[in-house]
Nanobody, 114 residues
Framework: QVQLVESGGGLVQPGGSLRLSCSAS????????MRWYRQAPGKERELVAA????????VYGDSVKGRFTSSRDNAKNTVYLQMNTLKPEDTAVYYC???????WGQGALVTVSS
């Protein structure tokens, strides 16, 4: 069974940091690129970050460049999203997505508020 499970969401104050994890199973993780998306209430889903299968290449959305970093550990079948200098406008449900059949995780809620 192909599955992506996000973890690490929560409530953080503005300026704080969080790290999301996405654990994959059911496919050869190291062969596929991964993406992070987010969806805020009342807004469309937007691409946050993309990382190549080997982790060498990354792409970031304009709104998170310089603050967010995606990485992966292919030995652990896990992709990460390190989020620094968080802003209230970063509040959203964050999803990981695999290039393998376009599989989606269930989402992790990140709330940035004082």
């Amino acid at each position: 069974q192909v599955q992506l499970v996000e973890s690490g969401g929560g409530l953080v104050q503005p300026g704080g940091s969080l790290r999301l994890s996405c654990s994959a199973s059911g496919f050869t993780f190291r062969d596929y690129g991964m993406r992070w998306y987010r969806q805020a209430p009342g807004k469309e889903r937007e691409l946050v970050a993309a990382i190549s299968a080997n982790g060498v290449n990354t792409v970031y959305g304009d709104s998170v460049k310089g603050r967010f970093t995606s990485s992966r550990d292919n030995a652990k079948n896990t992709v990460y999203l390190q989020m620094n200098t968080l802003k209230p406008e970063d509040t959203a449900v964050y999803y990981c997505n695999s290039a393998y059949r376009g599989v989606w995780g269930q989402g992790a809620l990140v709330t940035v508020s004082s």
